[in-house]
C-alpha cells in the first residue's frame, strides 16, 4: 500500500465530517464546545431572505442525486401566501452504496438539527419534519435524543433564543421502503399513505407536505448551511469546481484497502479517491464501478481521471449521485451484480407505473436466465428494449434509475453477456432460484 | 380491545405530533407501535389503527401491506437479516445468508419452530463501507462473513446478546418498535453505544495525519444584506 500523492491528499476538505473525531460530538454539551449553534445565532440575526441569497450565491447543490441549486429551490417557496410552510429532510438513506447521511445522523446529529432550524427560519417554515429510513434505528435513537436536548435548550420549540422564531421539529421513522427516498413518495408516506411518486406538477415548493409549500432536502444539504452562513458563500467556493461547489462525503466501498468515508472537494477523480482509500485490495484491479449508487449508469477503468462532480459525471455519460463510489474488480461478476441490482429495482418498485413495475419484474427473469446457461442474443435485444420504456416513461427516477446497471453494463461489458450466452463462461445460477430472489 | 393502556397512551402521543387535522400522518408510527405489542401486523393491529385516525381497515391494511418493516405473521424475538444487496452480496453476504438459512432451517421471511428467530435477507442498508453487513433487530454487524454470522446466531439460540458494531446493545424486536415509533430509548447506555468504527472516520484519520485542514473558515464572515448584494452590483 503506497502513500496518496499530494495531488489526492490536497483534495480532502474535512469540514462536514470533522466534528466526528471528537467521541461526544453527538451530546448537546459536546457540540456546543465545538462552535455548535453559533450559525443559528448568526443566522437569526440575519433577514430569512439574506439567508436564502447566502445560500444561493454559494452555489450549494443538493446531495440527495439530483444536484438541484438549494438556495433557489428556497426561493421557490411563495412567501405571505397565508399558508403554512415545512421543511422536511430526506434521511431515508437506501440508494445502493450510499451510506453517508446515517454516519452523520449518528455522529453529528446536532449540525443537522441547527441546519433545519436556519433553514425553517429561511423559507418562514415552523415545522420540520426527519424522515429516518425505518431500519437505521442507531441514527434515529441519536437525532432523537438531540431533538430533546435541543428543546430543552431553547435551540427548538417556541421563540427560539429569543428572536420570536418557532420551529418545531419532529423525527419520523420509514418503515422499509426505498422508494421512500423519492421526494414526492417521501410526502406520501409522511402523510400516511403508501410511498408512492406523485405527479409533478405541482412541485413540493407549492404543493408539498399537506399540499403546502415544502422544502425536501437531504440530510448533508442541510447540515452544510451552519458552515456556509458561518463561513460565508466566498469560503464554501474555495472548495470543489466553479458550478460544483464546496465539499462532498463521498462513500467508497468495495475492492478498496480502506473503505469509508472522505470528505473531499467536488471534482476529485477516481485515481485520487482510491488513492485516498488505500489502493485496490491486493490481486484486484478496477473493473467497474458506481460514481453514485446503483442508479447511476457503471464506469470503467478507462474514466479513473474524470471529475467526480456533477459536469464531470455527466460528460462521461452517467451521474453523480450521491457519491457512492461502489468499486468492483476483475474478480466480480459485472452480470451477476447487475442481476442483484435489478432483484433490488424489482422490490422496491412500488407497482404505480407499469414501465418500472413491469419492466423489471421481466428483466429479472431475464438476467436469470443468462446466468444460468439459458440465455440468448434476443435476450440482450430484449434488456434494452425494456430499458427503452423505463428510461423516460417511468413515473418517477426509480424506473430511470433501474435501466442504468443494465443500459452501462451491456454497454462496458457485452462480451461477459455473451459469454454465459454462448457458453463459454459456466452457469452461476441454478434454473431454480438463488439466494436473494424475491 | 386486546392492547393494553400504555398502548392506547402511546397512540395518542403519537397523534399528537402531526397537526391538526392531518392525524393521518401517525399511521406509520401507530403501525410500529402494534408490533410493540403483537410483534406483527394483526387484524387487530390494523382495527387499532383504524379507529385511532378514523379511516377504514382497508386503508390501513393497504399502507402495512406496503412496507417491508411491517410483518404479517407473528415474528421471533429476533430479527436476523442479511443483507444480500450487490456489495454485501459479492463480499459475502450471499453465502451468509445460506449458511444462516441452512443452520436455522428457514427460508426469507421465516420463522423457526421454537418462535426465536426470524431470518430475512435485506436489501442495501447504509453501511456499504462496513459491508458484508447483517443486522439483529436492525442493529448492526459490521464485516460479517458466514462463519462469525453462525457464532453470532449460536449465541442468540444460546439465549446470549451479542453486542452490535454499532449503536445500543441488543433489545427484543417489540422493545424496538417502540422506538420505531418514535419514543426514545429509555436505556442510559443505548445513546452511548458504539463509537464510529475505522471506516466512518477514514478520510478524517488521513486529514489528521498529513495535517491538513480547511483554510480561511471565518466566523465571524458578514451575511450580506440586500444593500450589500446591490452595492456590490
Known amino acids: ?141 441519536r437525532l432523537r435524543n438531540a431533538v430533546g436536548e435541543a428543546r430543552a435548550a431553547g435551540y427548538v420549540g417556541q421563540n427560539i433564543l429569543d428572536s420570536g422564531v418557532n420551529v418545531e421539529i419532529v423525527v419520523h421513522s420509514g418503515a422499509g421502503a426505498y422508494i421512500c427516498g423519492e421526494e414526492t413518495a417521501l410526502l406520501d408516506s409522511l402523510e400516511g399513505y403508501r410511498g408512492q411518486p406523485r405527479l409533478r406538477p405541482p412541485f413540493p415548493a407549492t404543493h408539498g407536505l399537506y399540499a403546502s409549500p415544502t422544502v425536501v432536502n437531504n440530510v448533508e444539504t442541510i447540515a452544510s448551511v451552519p458552515y456556509i452562513v458561518l463561513g460565508g458563500a466566498g469560503w464554501f467556493r474555495t472548495m470543489g469546481t466553479e458550478k460544483s461547489p464546496g465539499p462532498k462525503i463521498y462513500s467508497i466501498s468495495g475492492r478498496v484497502n480502506n473503505p469509508g468515508q472522505y470528505e473531499c472537494s467536488l471534482g476529485i477523480t477516481l485515481r485520487q479517491l482510491i ?72 422490490h422496491e418498485s412500488c407497482g404505480k407505473c407499469t414501465p418500472c413495475r413491469e419492466g423489471n419484474y421481466w428483466m429479472v427473469q431475464i438476467l436469470h436466465r443468462i446466468l444460468a446457461g439459458k440465455g440468448t442474443h434476443e435476450d440482450l435485444d430484449t434488456l434494452l428494449d425494456v430499458c427503452d420504456n423505463l428510461l423516460g416513461r417511468s413515473f418517477c427516477a426509480l424506473g430511470d434509475g433501474a435501466a442504468s446497471p443494465v443500459q452501462s453494463s451491456i454497454k462496458f461489458f457485452k462480451q461477459d453477456y455473451l459469454d454465459y450466452i454462448e457458453g463459454r463462461r459456466a452457469p452461476m445460477l441454478p434454473p431454480a432460484e438463488l439466494v436473494g430472489a424475491h | ?148 454470522a453462525m457464532a453470532l446466531v449460536r449465541q442468540l439460540q444460546e439465549g446470549q446478546r451479542p453486542s452490535p458494531s454499532r449503536g445500543a446493545a441488543l433489545c427484543p424486536l417489540k422493545v424496538m418498535s417502540i422506538q420505531l415509533a418514535g419514543f426514545s430509548d429509555d436505556r442510559p447506555e443505548a445513546l452511548e453505544g458504539g463509537g464510529p468504527g475505522g471506516p466512518t472516520l477514514a478520510g478524517n484519520r488521513l486529514a489528521e495525519q498529513y495535517g491538513i485542514s480547511v483554510a480561511g473558515f471565518d466566523p465571524a464572515t458578514p451575511i450580506p444584506s440586500q444593500a450589500d448584494r446591490e452595492a456590490k452590483k
Not at chain 1, 444536484?67 to 430526506?90: A, E, R, S
Not at chain 1, 471529475?307 to 451521474?319: H, R, S
Not at chain 2, 459479492?90 to 441452512?102: H, I, N, P, W, Y
Request: proline share 6%; with cysteine.
Open chain 1, 275 to 346: 488513492e485516498l482509500a488505500g489502493g485496490m485490495q491486493p490481486g484486484h484491479q478496477l473493473k467497474f464501478w458506481t460514481p453514485g449508487g446503483s442508479s447511476t449508469p457503471m464506469l470503467t477503468d478507462e474514466h479513473l481521471d474524470a471529475p467526480l462532480d456533477f459536469e464531470g459525471m455527466q460528460g462521461v455519460g452517467t451521474m453523480l449521485g450521491t457519491t457512492a463510489v461502489q468499486i468492483f474488480s476483475d474478480q466480480d461478476d459485472v452480470v451477476y451484480a447487475t442481476y442483484r441490482w435489478i432483484e433490488f429495482y424489482h
Open chain 1, 1 to 141: 500500500m503506497t502513500a496518496p500523492s499530494k495531488e489526492a491528499l490536497a483534495k480532502l476538505t474535512p469540514v462536514l465530517t470533522k466534528r466526528w473525531l471528537a467521541p461526544d460530538a453527538w451530546t448537546l454539551k459536546g457540540y456546543e464546545r465545538l462552535d455548535g449553534y453559533t450559525a443559528l445565532r448568526k443566522a437569526l440575526k440575519a433577514h430569512p431572505d439574506d439567508l436564502i441569497a447566502l445560500v444561493k450565491e454559494s452555489g450549494l447543490r443538493g446531495r440527495g442525486g439530483a444536484g438541484f441549486p438549494t438556495g433557489m429551490k428556497w426561493g421557490f417557496i411563495p412567501q405571505n401566501d397565508g399558508k403554512p410552510h415545512y421543511l422536511v429532510v430526506n434521511a431515508d438513506e437506501g440508494e445502493p452504496g450510499t451510506c453517508k447521511d446515517l454516519p452523520l445522523m449518528m455522529a453529528d446529529p446536532h449540525s443537522l438539527i441547527e441546519g433545519a432550524i436556519i433553514a425553517c427560519y429561511a423559507i418562514r417554515a415552523e415545522a420540520a419534519y426527519i424522515y429516518v429510513r425505518g431500519e437505521a434505528v442507531h441514527a434515529a435513537r
Open chain 2, 1 to 148: 380491545m386486546p392492547f393494553s393502556t400504555e398502548t392506547q397512551a402511546r397512540a395518542k402521543e403519537i397523534v399528537g405530533r402531526y397537526p391538526v387535522g392531518k392525524e393521518r400522518s401517525a399511521l406509520l408510527p401507530l403501525l410500529h407501535l402494534v408490533q410493540s405489542e403483537q410483534g406483527y401486523v394483526s387484524p387487530e393491529g390494523i382495527s387499532f389503527c383504524a379507529e385511532q385516525l378514523g379511516i377504514t381497515r382497508a386503508q390501513v391494511a393497504a399502507v402495512a401491506s406496503f412496507y417491508t418493516m411491517y410483518k404479517r405473521r407473528p415474528t421471533g424475538e429476533w430479527l436476523v437479516s442479511v443483507c444480500t444487496n450487490t456489495m454485501c452480496g459479492v463480499l459475502g453476504g450471499d453465502k451468509t445468508f445460506a449458511t444462516l438459512s441452512e443452520h436455522l432451517g428457514v427460508g426469507h421471511d421465516e420463522t423457526t419452530e421454537d418462535g426465536k428467530i426470524t431470518l430475512e435477507h435485506t436489501e442495501c442498508l447504509a453501511a456499504c463501507d462496513y459491508a458484508p453487513v447483517m443486522t439483529v433487530n436492525y442493529e448492526f454487524f459490521d464485516n460479517v462473513q458466514a462463519d462469525e
